[in-house]
């Protein structure tokens, strides 16, 4: 494993150490996944978790990070709305894979959030994003609070989105560090690592499924169009958890009342 990556003396939102994330992530240009995660494990220790949508490929990002990180949490945001495929997956892939699996639901649920506010899925880009905050970004918060996650291992790649486009290795959002390992990768690379692990895509991804959501918000595409043309999460295809936080953002999580 790659020498430790050195501290730089600045403050942090705990009051600590900052990371020096421009060199780590000159370090990381060119090395393998497994070398960001098994650093990850090794400066963060027992505070790293993982999520996952149990969406098409999860199974890739699950396989690789537990391989070196056994034991590491992985957080499972149950929004209400998943196809019953997402919900046997996650099971069939909790154990065959053994993992620390921990569930986050919304604090309000959907039926009073319909009541509430209507189908905010179908509604105006701020009312796709506070459907996002009130069914993603609150659970995450508090899986992050509960869990002592200081870092989060995401399966986010470059050529997924425009933002993603952008992403570094190591970043800091929002007071957490946020790790890439499969930044880099192309669909071969990440059809030829379950090819390689024999592993299993979600059930709808033989429909057309290539990017697996909430029931409302998901539809099979053809090959000619790109993976996230299927999801219907506003103009920027984030359901939220992934972009930093705004200000107006959190006034709009706090008058939900959560």
């Given at each position: 494993?790659r ?7 600045a403050p ?22 497994e ?27 699950l396989?690789l ?7 590491i ?31 986050y ?5 959907a ?6 506010y ?6 105006t880009?701020?009312e ?21 996650g ?12 425009e933002?993603r ?29 379950i ?11 033989h ?9 409302h ?8 169009q ?19 936080r705004t200000?107006?953002?959190?006034a ?7």
């Amino acid at each position: 494993m790659r020498e430790a990556l050195r501290l730089v003396p600045a403050p942090s939102p705990e009051g600590g150490t900052a990371l020096d994330l421009d060199a780590i992530n000159a370090r990381f240009e060119g090395a393998s996944a497994e070398d960001v995660i098994a650093w990850g494990l090794e400066t963060f220790g027992e505070s790293m978790i993982m999520s996952s949508s149990f969406g098409a490929e999860s199974a890739l990002m699950l396989h690789l990070v537990t391989r070196v990180a056994p034991r590491i949490p992985v957080v499972f945001l149950d929004t209400g709305y998943l196809f019953p495929e997402t919900y046997q997956f996650a099971e069939e892939l909790a154990q065959r894979l053994d993992l620390n699996l921990k569930v986050y639901s919304p604090k309000m649920t959907a039926a009073r959030m319909e009541a509430v506010y209507g189908r905010l899925w179908d509604g105006t880009e701020e009312e796709i994003a506070r459907y996002g905050r009130i069914t993603k970004v609150e659970p995450m918060d508090r899986a992050l609070a509960e869990l002592g996650g200081r870092a989060w291992v995401a399966g986010l790649r470059r050529s997924q989105t425009e933002f993603r486009s952008s992403l570094r290795h190591v970043e800091l959002q929002d007071g957490t560090y946020k790790l890439h390992p499969i930044l880099t990768w192309s669909r071969d690379d990440v059809k030829r690592y379950i090819v390689e692990h024999d592993l299993p895509y979600h059930p709808l991804f033989h429909y057309g499924y290539r990017s697996i959501g909430d029931v409302h918000s998901t539809s099979p595409t053809t090959l000619d169009q790109d993976e996230r043309d299927g999801r219907y999460l506003g103009s920027k295809k984030e359901c939220g958890i992934h972009l930093p936080r705004t200000p107006e953002a959190d006034a709009s999580l706090k008058s939900s009342g959560l």
